[in-house]
């Protein structure tokens, strides 16, 4: 097994190694808290490695279902003798009597153990010099980005089952499934090579897939935003919602655009032309004719914190911007024609500019000090009030005596 960083697992309870190219069980000391491992599906040759696991005391559950150390004579007695602390073994409980029976005859259950682990590892190593020789027979580049040679060690039985359900494994031509079919029949040893040969003749499959998909990716017509004799047209290709309304006020257009709230501004591009505006989303292009001709370099974009929408403030280049009424209204005179004539605003002519004249008195500015019209002060008595139903106040008679210890009547 290549040596990786078991650090990180110290707490792992239960490990995959399933359908990997592992020969030999080594380096999961590391893991002091595993309790399952499983190792179906690899080509563990070297049975005697299954002692390291002697450190692993937490563990319960071991699978080697279809690793090669398991069609060796023997080959669960010298597991269970190797893991006292083990209760199950591919699936199957360990029984008492089973473990205690497997003790008893250990020693010859080693070496005879030991005999068949030299026959197999003396095999692999003939497996792997075949195997190099083939290699070598094809350039790198073959492997790579060609058909691969069909005297090569194939794939495994588990492999060539899930094959036929590949998208990549299937042929669009008859003489390349004639090809498929013999590559998946031809017989071959379960080896790590045959299984890596597998798997780089799937990777070419898909690989020949997609070159025959690019001519049509690339004959696909890109999207017209503007025609040849010179109309834009609106496109909303990522398909946003958008308000577009004119402020007469400030002379503007506003183009308020729900782009996503959490998108960021980064993958935003927005640009604003005299008669349209453009903004890319994520490469994906929104187009809009405006209803007027706009000033781009007067616009100004800016997103919503709380909603991410995107306003565009654009300028409108003809027009003005319209000043608000004032709510006071202009005096009316009444002194008949003479003071309208009055009124009329004056002109003298300047060095060849016209500068008018407007008489003061017709300002629109607020005079605070007019508000409340000025009256007589009085010298004495208090202030009499008016009724509008009260009739007016008789004279005073000649006999009549003010006396001052009578108060006032109000």
């Known amino acids: 097994m290549v040596r990786k960083n078991v650090g990180r697992l110290k707490k792992l309870e239960y490990l995959n190694l399933a359908l990997n190219n592992i020969e030999v069980i080594e380096n999961l000391e590391g893991c002091e808290d595993l309790q399952k491992l499983d190792l179906t599906v690899n080509f563990v040759g070297r049975l005697s490695s299954v002692v390291s696991l002697k450190q692993n005391v937490h563990l319960r559950e071991l699978f080697l279902v279809g690793n090669p150390c398991t069609e060796f004579k023997g080959y669960r007695q010298y597991v269970l003798a190797c893991l006292p602390h083990l209760q199950w073994l591919d699936g199957t409980a360990i029984g008492r009597a089973e473990r205690i029976q497997a ?15 030299a026959e197999y590892v003396e095999m692999r190593d003939k497996q ?31 492999i060539r089952n899930q094959a036929p359900n590949c998208e990549c494994h299937l042929s669009q031509n008859s003489n390349s499934e004639d090809e498929d079919t013999d590559f998946w029949e031809k017989p071959c040893a379960f080896t790590p090579e045959s299984r890596l040969e597998a798997h780089r003749h799937l990777e070419e499959k898909r690989r020949a897939k997609e070159r025959v998909r690019e001519p049509k990716r690339k004959d696909k017509p890109p999207r017209t935003l503007i025609t040849s004799d010179g109309r834009v047209l609106n496109v909303n290709e990522p398909k946003l919602d958008f308000t577009l309304s004119e402020d007469e006020e400030n002379n503007c257009v506003l183009l308020d655009l729900h782009v996503y709230r ?50 565009i403030t654009m300028l409108k280049a003809h027009g003005e911007v319209k000043v608000k009424k004032t709510s006071h209204k202009q005096a009316v005179s009444c002194r008949g024609n003479k003071t309208s004539e009055t009124s009329k605003e004056k002109s003298r002519v300047i060095s060849g500019c016209q500068i008018l004249e407007v008489d003061p008195s017709k300002s629109f500015a607020v005079q605070l000090a007019n508000i409340v019209p000025k009256e007589a002060s009085t010298t004495h008595g208090p202030l009499q009030l008016s009724w509008p139903c009260r009739a007016q106040d008789k004279p ?12 006032p009547l109000m």
């Open 262 to 311: 959490h998108l960021d501004a980064s993958l935003l591009d927005v640009d604003v032309q005299p008669t349209y505006v453009r903004v890319t989303v994520k490469g994906k292009v929104f187009q809009l004719v405006l209803p007027a001709e706009v000033k781009p370099d007067s616009s100004t974009a800016q997103r919503s914190q709380t909603t991410g929408y995107l306003l």
């Open 103 to 117: 003790l008893q005859n250990f020693d010859d259950l080693k070496k005879c153990i030991v005999e068949q682990e």
């Open 396 to 407: 005073v008679s000649k006999d009549f005596v003010d006396d001052p210890e009578v108060p």
């Open 128 to 158: 792997k010099r075949e195997g190099l020789k083939e290699t070598s027979r094809s350039s790198p580049h073959d492997l790579d980005h060609k058909h691969l040679p069909r005297s090569c060690p194939l794939i495994s039985e588990e």
